[in-house]
């Protein structure tokens, strides 16, 4: 008896993000918001508090151990510590959120797909192997699911860090901040 090897390829879409898309996405988030409102607001807190580390290197430096005012600095330390310590609980707060998030999304992707298999015909499961479509379901939702909750966490930690850096930035010395704001915009 010899054993075959059967391959079956699988198809691959690729598309712009158009406005049905993204309709459909925002969908998707719409049962949630409140978890995402949490979600943001965390991410957003956290990316804020994170730039203010610069600030208070900065304050600890020309207030403290240039002058020698080492009262200042073990202060402005506790300051650090402090904001180190809100900050870790931030990102659990962001991380047990988009968890949620991320979850029930899937959960929701994954029923209404149930739902909609339900609803073809049986010549349609007579065409494609079952087990495929369950694989699909399952990686594709969970596809969707990250993107929704990892690339959004991403996407808004880095924007609220690039602002809130550029912000310290030129409240520390603004010339130099503006210049390096400008010249980043040239490339």
Not at 91 to 97: E, P, Q, R, S
Request: hydrophobic share 50%; aromatic share 12%; charged share 15%.
């Amino acid at each position: 008896m010899v054993d075959e090897l059967i391959e079956l390829e699988e198809e691959e879409y690729t598309s712009q993000l158009t406005t049905p898309t993204f309709n459909r996405i925002v969908a998707l988030i719409k049962p949630h918001w409140r978890w995402m409102a949490g979600f943001l607001a965390a991410i957003v807190a956290t990316a804020i508090l994170d730039a203010c580390f610069t600030y208070i290197n900065k304050l600890i430096i020309d207030q403290g151990i240039v002058p020698g005012n080492f009262n200042l600095v073990i202060k402005y330390a506790l300051v650090y510590g402090g904001v180190q310590l809100a900050e870790s609980g931030l990102v659990l707060t962001f991380i047990y959120l988009v968890g949620i998030l991320g979850e029930r999304i899937q959960y929701d992707l994954r029923k209404s797909t149930f739902n909609h298999l339900q609803d073809l015909s049986l010549s349609y499961y007579s065409q494609n192997a079952v087990g495929r479509l369950m694989a699909r379901v399952t990686s594709d939702s969970g596809r969707v699911s990250n993107l929704m909750t990892w690339g959004l966490l991403d996407m808004t930690w880095a924007i609220v860090s690039v602002l809130t850096s550029t912000v310290f930035m030129v409240v520390i010395n603004w010339r130099l901040g503006l210049m390096c704001s400008a010249s980043s915009r040239s490339w």
